[in-house]
Every structure is written in structure tokens, then in C-alpha cells.
């Protein structure tokens, strides 16, 4: 039986967690192991636990009690279920998109890239891919188009952010990622990958040159959304693969160049 406690103020100290909590508070990196996120939706919800995660507690509006949210309560053990009449909520940032349910979940300890990589033959590596936004999109079309895991470096925006558990449809809980040490690439190619940059280069290959497809491990690499891939990490790769532009249009966002990507690349024969 869950503890269902109504607030009615928006100021109530119950709600800092949902409302007035920073995304680095969050994630604790002083203490990782203490680290929080918040997954919205039903739905969202019930793919992060389906996935493992341990809710903390819930935050709902009074109506979905015993409507939208009631198979999800059901799920729950012991913990706080926070309800508010919708003008309170309303006052949330983005409560609107939330389909009247907001959950605070703990972190788990990440997977080592090894670990990650184990048994795969299509992996995504995001490299200061700073926008959460992206890196949602991003997530998602991995998971949809064949892509077994996504490893992100230093640089890169938390998966766990509200905005990219949002924009994924909660993938980030249904594809494996972790985060890479550092931008090296020797870690990933020891483990038998080939790797791809994804750049504008004109001594690239197409991306559906044959060879590729030939490939039994392939690690496609994404740029940042301003300046793509570095020079270095170009130039460490195994492949450079350019996606054919028409109209004059001189480069997708990162977020589209991934699904084409992720469609044509994850193919084999």
C-alpha cells in the first residue's frame, strides 16, 4: 500500500524534488551513487520499471488515482505518492506533457563499455552530443532501427535528463549506453569493431557502400550538433561515410543523420 499524500501549495517542500531541483542536483556527481532522475508519463514510467529502476517516490495528478495511473500504482511499494488537483501541477514546467504523472527513480551504477559491448555487432558512439533533445531523438532511433547499445563520451549530455527521457519515449530504459572514460577509440577497436565517422568529407565513402554491410562489428560514430567530429577522431577511424545531400542542403541535424545512419548501417549480409 502506497502513502498517498494530497499537497495543495505549489511551494510545499514535498515538490522540490519535482520542482525546483536543477538536473545537476540531480545527478549528484559528487555522489553518483545517490544520483536521481524523473521519468514522465505512464508509460515512461512503467518501461523504468520494467528496466529495474527503484522509484523514490511519485507525483500525480488527484484524478489519475484511480484512471491512467492506477495500473502504475499498483507497481509501486511504500513510497510517497504525492497528488495535487491540476491548477497546482500546472505550475510544473512541461506538467502539460507529462500525461498527469511524474515518478523520481534512482540511478544505477553503469556498465562498463566492455560489458556494453559484449556479443554486439552495431553500437552508436555519440561524441559531444551536448543537447538533450538530440540525445533523446538519438536514443530512440537506435533502439527502433537495430542498433544493440550507444556509448557517449565525457562531453555529452545524460541520457537520464528529463528532456532526453522525454524526447526517447523512455528507449533510454529499453537500449543498453553507458559512458566512455575518455574519446580513445583503442578500447572500442581491441573488442573487434570497426569503427565509422559520420562526417561531411569529400575523401568519404558513401554509406551504402557494400563493404560496410560486410562488416561483422561496426561502431558509428556522431558528432556534435555545430561541429561534428573532430579531425583526430576522423582520422582514426577505420571508415569516413557521408550521407548523398540533394538541393543544395549541405547537413542534417545529428538527430536525423542518425536514422538514416542507423537504418542503412545496421544492415549485414
Not at 553518483?32 to 520499471?49: D, H, M, Q, T, Y
Not at 558528432?223 to 542534417?252: A, F, N, R, W
Request: charged share 25%.
Amino acid at each position: 500500500m502506497n502513502n498517498i499524500i494530497e499537497i495543495t501549495d505549489f511551494l510545499a517542500p514535498e515538490l522540490d524534488l519535482y520542482a525546483r531541483l536543477t538536473e545537476t542536483q540531480l545527478l549528484n556527481r559528487e555522489f553518483p551513487e545517490k544520483g536521481i532522475f524523473i521519468a514522465e508519463s505512464p508509460k515512461v514510467i512503467e518501461r523504468a520499471l520494467d528496466a529495474g529502476y527503484e522509484p523514490i517516490s511519485c507525483l500525480m495528478e488527484k484524478r489519475h488515482i484511480e484512471g491512467e495511473g492506477k495500473h502504475i500504482l499498483a507497481k509501486f511499494e511504500n513510497i510517497p505518492v504525492f497528488c495535487a488537483e491540476f491548477d497546482v501541477l500546472t505550475q510544473l514546467t512541461g506538467f502539460n506533457l507529462t500525461r498527469g504523472m511524474l515518478c523520481a527513480m534512482k540511478r544505477k551504477p553503469l556498465p562498463s563499455v566492455k560489458e556494453i559491448c559484449e556479443n554486439k555487432r552495431r553500437i552508436v558512439i555519440l561524441d559531444k552530443v551536448m543537447n538533450p533533445t538530440n540525445v533523446g531523438a538519438i536514443i530512440r532511433s537506435a533502439a527502433a532501427l537495430g542498433m544493440d547499445a550507444v556509448l557517449l563520451t565525457p562531453g555529452c549530455s545524460n541520457p537520464l535528463y528529463r528532456r532526453s527521457i522525454r524526447v526517447s519515449m523512455g528507449t533510454v530504459f529499453q537500449i543498453n549506453w553507458t559512458f566512455l572514460s575518455d574519446e580513445n577509440l583503442d578500447e572500442i577497436k581491441s573488442l573487434g569493431f570497426k569503427t565509422v565517422a559520420m562526417a561531411l568529407k569529400n575523401n568519404s565513402i558513401s554509406i551504402d557502400d557494400p563493404k560496410l554491410t560486410t562488416e561483422k562489428k561496426l561502431a558509428i560514430i556522431m558528432g556534435s550538433e555545430g561541429d561534428g567530429l573532430s579531425d583526430q577522431t576522423i582520422s582514426d577511424c577505420d571508415y569516413t561515410v557521408k550521407i548523398p545531400m540533394y538541393h543544395g542542403v549541405d547537413s542534417l541535424n545529428v538527430a536525423a543523420a542518425s536514422a538514416v545512419a542507423f537504418y542503412q548501417l545496421g544492415k549485414s549480409s
